[in-house]
Each structure stands twice: as structure tokens, then as C-alpha cells.
């Protein structure tokens, strides 16, 4: 076991972890943030994406020791002072999510998105998207949720 | 008009806590002195189990316990059971081979699990997985669906001599022999429908917890249908009685028929929780899932379609094998039988039909009911054999349609298989989808591609499904082991808001919203101060769960139901406060009125008064909670037409679907948003399907072959276009609420679609789904 410290957002937080503990795992098992999930164990869904020093990053294929230091933003750290983040509100505005497992990692994955790219076209979201694997909402919600989420945040 | 009832888009309630992270999915569940559970399963395909060593495992660090099949039976617990008697030719039901919660004498698939280990973490419990001893002789596999009876095939269970557990046959054999004999014209295809693995997001998990004061039993657990886990894990496999078991479905991560089903691994957590009286978690690795889950589809299949001279179909024979997989799961022979052979008049007169299903067992993961559940079979060979049909005659494909459609005024319909349709016009659906997709200017799009050396193609699909399952009577006299109403109770707290309990599950589907706008509509009552409850049995009544486009048709009914109740009882109330006759008090908006007076009494003062009866009827119960079960009377019958308008390179085989336009007529939307994004999902899986999702198992060795995301083709954001999505309601006769589900048309409805236009662009009389850039690039270069 070797002890672990980063800073979650915005909370400085440490733990015991073992060498394979993953990120997402000291996630949801030592903070227990569940809201960042695991849908598969090929790093291919999405469903674990964080921020990990302001770049999006499938938790599943970091391990926690290589996270030390760094500062971790997950789906609980989004909305501030009760108001949603604008990419979670687009995302309800336009029904971007139906079962709720995919989104986390999804609007993760979209913030990050547009804060690289302003002002995406379609087929630039979809490709930035191939990433995250959504079952239910055939991501037609989920491309407007990320328009709109542009041009709310001045794209 | 009530504001944000029926027809309104109104935003989720349930958004706020997926968006915020605060869902609570099973994995998210822990409970004190919880232990993990990893299970042990085959490597191989078919093998005899020689003998199993656990103590390795069971003196490994951190493990609690390791069970094998034998430890069930000591306790009593009963097989997994299949809930299906289907009876197929000569009268014989189908064989239902046992199956145990750990197989003991033979592993007859890949991942067919052997034994569990129960660890203090799980990464213990996978350490002590490996040190479990099995000895096993292999055995030749056979995996084939259309070869695995064939004479001298390996044999999975005595019960099924030639791996046939049901031959079935539909339909007026002699009529349809007539019909070919003296046809001016036929058409023939012969087809694949490619196995699919569900692949909800979330995966399988259930967590067992036991408390030994109350001996009380809990399990939490990825379900569509919570009142039917506990219901078989009771009655059938003796786990714990009904009343002394609560089995809490919470968030569920999307379901698409796979978490319909009991399985082995939520029967290990619920039993071992028990045994060692302590809490036992288990959550399935996605490559578990691959190998566990049941699957869907999976038949292969010939249709012939015979026609007069005017192209008008006379008679058609389809004869078909389903893959059950290595065991049979809860529905398994009723989905290749009642729920595809009863679909195959499509939209059609055809006058007569005859189909042979065969059944069949092989050496892979049990297959079931999958987002559709043969409905998608059935409409992908009836609507593939119209094209064919259409080529043929030299007929335009939405010609020929036309020329076969029952006409609107022909309804209700009765047709040669078993369905009688309440609705539909089918004429309407296509000319409004051929509107939309500017079907006429094709031929100028495809002139335009050829210049760029690019192919375009254009294909239509015109599809039904049987929804809002289902009539239990209905049901029972064909061999479903259930009755399938549903139920709610509707009631009113003191303060005016309204809890409704649901017997249906919401997995995705947004009923916490919808259904809230139902009882806005029904009582008046803002929709802010309704909340729906579903998946605990603690909480509410008995209930069948969600799958079959069923939830709305059918629980949505029960409870307008149990709405109504509440009117007439608060009529009474009213009546007597407002100093009225019960007769003269009119409802509405909220509000029960003395009709032709000012006199008025708001529900919510209603219900405080039924809590606080101090002025109150005689002979009139306190409190204001009804409860209303719901049988339908028949299935609901949503169709639509859809068009699907493709480009394809020739040189690479890589292909876009430039345009795809849906039209369906699911009756009354309830909240518009959620119904297009019900059909934006269904369409991804029937592309998913037609284009891109293929489970593959090694026909030498039995191996998944794709067993992992990175071998299994999802789609993708950038494998799909954005839809246009439109609707051709008509009103059915049989729904009180007009609606008929929405949830499965487009997994039913894109796959001939997106392969009517392929072979379209590729001038070509078939190809086999997935239509991947390999196959359209071979298609191509051999059309060429």
C-alpha cells in the first residue's frame, strides 16, 4: 500500500491505495464519488472520464499513484453554488441523457470539448465524441446538447 | 388545458441527479461488512467437469468462502427457469434442459459459471479465482445456428435429442402451397439476423444482504423488473419467501431486454448474503458481460414470397432457426415463435402464411429477448423479401408496398397469424416519410454521387410491432408462464402531493417524468407535487416491470386508473362538503365543481379531508389512495415508415447515411421530447446492428471471439447522422389513453431500411448485416 494525495475538486484529499489501484476506483472507493462510472475494461466507453490537470482522461487507465498531485475535476465538482454547469444543463435542455450511466464521462468528455474547440461543427463534435459510448439517446440530444453548450459558453 | 400534462415537453426529473452524479446504480451501492463475489467460468466451450478444488482458494488471503454448484443444492436452491411452454408441431412443448446456478456435470459455453469466490476485497477474490483447481476434458463444441442440428453435431443435453429444443410451424401450410403453386411471380432471399450482445452501459451487478434478527433478505440489483426477480428467486428457486425478500432495483443503466432475465450470479449474491451473513457484491466486467448477458437475434433464415401478376402477395413461407444458446433463459423459444411469427403479416394482406421455426441449442451464451425481441427479425426478412419481391415485378419498392398495405378502413385487420391490428394507416406513414426524405428527387442526389464516384442508394422500411405487452389470457393460452398487466396506486399525502407507485421500471425511459404528466393530467395536481416510485418491492405493489414497450400502454393505463378512482371517491367527498348530490359535482382541471354553480372544491382540499374526516359522508372510507390493475386487451400496434438514404464509396466500401427520416404512429405522445429521443436510440441499435454489431463465436473452438468493446463494434457519435423524426398518429381502439409505445421501433424498423438502401446503391439482390466496409467493398467489387 503506498499513500496518495491530490486535490478532488477542489479538496485536497489522500489515501492508501494498492500499486493497481486505479483512479477511478480510489474515486468511487476511497471518496466514494460514484458518479464516475465504469462501463467497460477495454478503456473503449467513456463512462469514467474526468479532468485530470484540465485534460479530459479515461480514470480507468490511470492509476491512482500517477494521479499524485494532480488536480481532479469529476461530475460532483461541476455545478457551483447549486447551479448545473452549462454543458450539464444542455444536456438537459435537449434530453442529451436517458439512463444517466454514459453521462458523467460524456459531459466530462464535452466540456473538455468545447473548451478546446470552441465553436465545434457537428462532425467535429461526433468525432471528438467516439470516445464515450452512449446506448440509449443515439447521441442525435447529445450533439445539440454540445451546440448549445458552445454557444453558451461564448463559442 | 393542464399546463405540462399530456403532450408537453416537458424537461426530466430525473436529469438532476444523473447530471450531478448523484444516480445510485447498484455499483454504487456498498453496505457494512460488505464482501465481494468473483465468479469462476469455463474457458471452454464443452467440457466435462472432472472435479473441482476449492481449497487452494478457500486458505488464499482475505477469502471468506468459495461455493460450488453442490452448496446450492444442499440449501435447496433451485435452477435457473424457463418461462416459456410453447407447443410446437405434433403438440410437443418445447424441452427446458436443467440448468443450475453453477453447472456441475458439464460447462456448455464459454463463461458458464462454475463456481464463487467471496472475498474481503475484490482483487482477494480474484486472486483466489486463480487458485481454483478445475479438471476438464474437453468436448467438440458446436455453435452453428444453422448446422448445430445437424446429424452427428455434439450433443449439449440429453433432453434435446439433435440440439432441437422446439420445432414450431405457424400458419396454413396447404393455403400457402396453393398460393405457390399457382403464383405468376416469386421472390426468395435467404438471411442472416446477426447475433447482437445487448450491452446496456451499465453492467450487470446485485448486491445480497441479510439480516439475521429479521431474517429478512435484501437484493439489490440491475433489474427491469424487480416484483419478477423476487418472484422466480422465490417460487422457483427457493431463496427466500416473497414476503421476507425485497429485492430493490435502483438506477438502472439502460436495459434493452438483458436485464429482464434472472442469472446466476444475482441468485449467488441473494443465497450467499445467507450462508455466510454477511453482504455479497458482484459487478460484472464488461468482458463478463459479453460472456454472460444474454444475447439477442441470431437466426438464419429463408423467405419466399409469392405473387399474381400484379405484384399482389398471394402467399408467403419463411422457414427459419433461432440460436437459443446453451440453455433456456426466461422467454428464450417465445421470442423466435410468438413474438416473430406473429408479426409476419407486416403491413400486408397477404392472405397466407406459413412459417417453421426450429429452435435450436449450441455451445454459446443463452439469447433472449433483445430491445424488439423478434419483432426486428421478423421485420427485417418481411421487409428484405418485399424489395427482393419489388425487383422481381420491375415495381418501384414503395409501389409495391402500396399495392399490399390494409388500408385504414380495413381496421381492426385480423391477419393470417394470430394478430388482430386495432389501427394504423399505413398509406398515410408512407407518403408523409417519403415526403420528408424527398424520396422523388433521389434520383438527381444519385446522378450528383455518380459524378463524385460515389454510390447512392435509398431504402424503405415499413414496419409494425406488437407492443404494450400483454393480454395475459392471451399470453397464458400460448405458453408464457406470467400474466402480463401491470399496476399503480395513486396517493394523495394529507399536503396535497401525490406519490404513484408503479409496477413498471424506468431504466431510461423517463417515467418519473412522463408518468407525472399523466396524473397532471388526470387530477390537475401541479407536476412538481407528483413522484413516481418504482423498483422496490418494499415500496410498491406487485408490478411486471418494463420491457415490450409495455410501461406506458399498459401501466400507463393502470394508473389513469387508479386516477379515476381517486376522482370518484373524491366525488363523494366533495359532494357531501359543497352540500351537493354525488351526481351533480363535475371534475376538472383540479377542481371538483357543483355544475352550474360557483360552488368549489380543489382535490387538494379534497385529500386533507379525507385525512381529517371531521366533516366527512357517511359510509365513506377514510384517506385517499386507490389502487387499479391493469389487463389490456390486446397488444397495441405501433408502425411507421422509415427511409434511409446512403452514400457509398465503392473503392473502400465505406458508406454514410446521408439522410434518415423516421415517420411512426405510436398513437398519443405524452411528452414529445422523450419520444423522439426513444427513437433516436432505437434507430443507433438497428444501425448499430445493420451496420457495425456482430457477436462472433470461433465455429472450431467455441471462443467468443468478440468478447470486449474493442472487438464488438458499438456505434459510435461518428458512425451515425443526426434523424428526422416525424409522426402519423392514428387512434387505437383498444388503448384508453391512445398510445401504443415507442421504445423498440427503431431497433425494428432501420435494419432492412439501412440494407434496402445499400443494395440499392450496389444494384445487388442481398448482403448479410453487418454490413461492414469489408462486406460492401467485396458486395461492390463483385456487382462491379
Known sequence: MATVSMTVNGQAVSGEVEGRTLLVQFLRENLNLTGTHVGCDTSQCGACVVHVNGDSMKSCTMLALQADGAEVTTIEGLAQGGEMHPMQQAFQDNHGLQCGFCTPGMVMSAIDLVAKNPNPDEATIREQLEGNICRCTGYHNIVKAVQQAAKATGG | MVENGIGASLKRKEDNRFLTGKGNYTDDINRPGQTYAYIVRSPHAHATINSVDISAAKSAPGVVAVFVGQDLLDDAVGGLVCGASVTGKGGEVNKVPPRNVLTMDKARFVGDPIAVVIAETLAQAKDGAELVAIDYTELPSTVSTANSDADGAPQLHEECPNNVALDWELGDKAAVDAAFASAAKTAEVEL?????????????????????????????????????????????????????????????????????????????????????????????????????????????????????????????????????????????????????????????????????????????????????????????????????????????????????????????????????????????????????????????????????????????????????????????????????????????????????????????????????????????????????????????????????????????????????KIIAKGKKIAAHCLEAAEDDIEFGEGNFTVAGTDKVMNIAEVAFTAYVPHNYPEGVEPGLDEIAFFDPLNFSFPAGAHVCEVEVDPDTGTLEIVKYTAVDDFGTLVNPMIVAGQVHGGLAHGIGQALLENCVYDEDTGQLVSGSFQDYCMPRADNLPSFDVDYCPTVPIHNPLGVKGCGEAGAIAAPPAVINAIVNALGIKHLDMPATPEVVWRAAQAAS
Not at chain 2, 422467454?331 to 406459413?354: K, M
Not at chain 2, 435450436?360 to 421487409?383: C, F, H, K, Q, S
Request: aromatic share 8%; glycine share 12%.
Open chain 2, 192 to 564: 442472416v439476423n446477426n447475433r447482437m450482445v445487448t450491452n446496456a452501459m451499465e453492467p450487470r451487478a446485485a448486491v445480497g444482504e441479510y439480516n439475521s434478527g429479521t431474517d429478512d433478505l435484501t437484493l439489490y440489483v440491475t433489474s427491469q423488473n424487480p416484483h419478477v426477480h423476487r418472484l422466480v428467486m422465490s417460487a422457483f428457486m427457493n431463496i427466500a419467501p416473497e414476503h421476507k425478500f425485497r429485492v430493490v432495483a435502483p438506477d438502472v443503466g439502460g436495459g434493452f431486454g438483458s436485464k429482464i432475465f434472472t442469472y446466476n450470479e444475482e441468485a449467488i449474491c441473494a443465497w450467499a448474503a445467507k450462508r455466510i451473513n454477511r453482504p455479497v457484491k458482484w459487478t460484472s466486467d464488461r468482458s463478463e458481460g459479453f460472456m454472460s448477458d444474454a444475447h439477442g437475434r441470431d437466426h438464419v433464415t429463408k423467405a419466399e414470397m409469392a405473387m399474381d401478376a400484379d405484384g399482389k402477395f398471394t402467399g408467403m413461407r419463411v422457414t427459419s432457426k433461432g440460436n437459443m444458446g446453451a440453455y433456456l433463459q426466461l422467454f428464450s423459444v417465445s421470442i423466435p415463435t410468438l413474438f416473430h411469427g406473429f408479426l409476419l403479416a407486416g403491413q400486408y394482406t397477404t392472405p397466407a402464411i406459413y412459417l417453421e421455426m426450429r429452435c435450436v441449442m449450441t455451445n454459446t451464451a443463452p439469447v433472449d429477448a433483445a430491445r424488439g425481441a423478434g419483432r426486428p427479425e421478423a421485420t427485417y426478412l418481411l421487409e428484405r423479401l418485399v424489395d427482393v419481391a419489388a425487383g422481381e415485378m420491375g415495381l418501384d419498392p414503395a409501389e409495391i408496398r402500396r399495392r399490399n398495405f390494409i388500408k385504414a378502413d380495413q381496421m381492426p385487420y385480423q391477419t393470417p397469424v394470430v394478430q388482430c391490428y386495432d389501427s394504423g394507416d399505413y398509406h398515410a406513414s408512407l407518403d408523409m416519410a417519403l415526403k420528408n426524405a424527398d424520396y422523388d428527387g433521389f434520383g438527381a442526389r444519385q446522378a450528383e454521387a455518380k459524378g463524385r464516384g460515389k454510390l447512392r442508394g435509398i431504402g424503405l422500411s415499413s414496419y409494425i410491432e406488437a407492443c404494450g405487452v400483454a393480454p395475459s389470457a392471451a399470453v397464458g393460452s400460448l405458453g408464457v408462464g406470467v400474466g402480463l398487466w401491470e399496476s399503480a396506486q395513486v396517493r394523495f399525502n394529507p399536503t396535497g402531493g401525490v406519490t404513484v407507485f408503479t409496477g413498471t421500471h424506468s431504466h431510461g425511459q423517463g417515467h418519473e417524468t412522463a408518468f407525472a404528466q399523466l396524473v397532471t393530467e388526470r387530477l390537475g395536481v401541479p407536476v412538481e407535487n407528483v413522484e413516481v416510485v418504482h423498483g422496490d418491492t418494499d415500496k410498491g405493489q406487485f408490478g411486471m416491470g418494463t420491457y415490450g414497450s409495455r410501461s406506458l400502454p399498459v401501466g400507463g393505463v393502470a394508473i389513469a386508473n387508479a386516477c379515476d
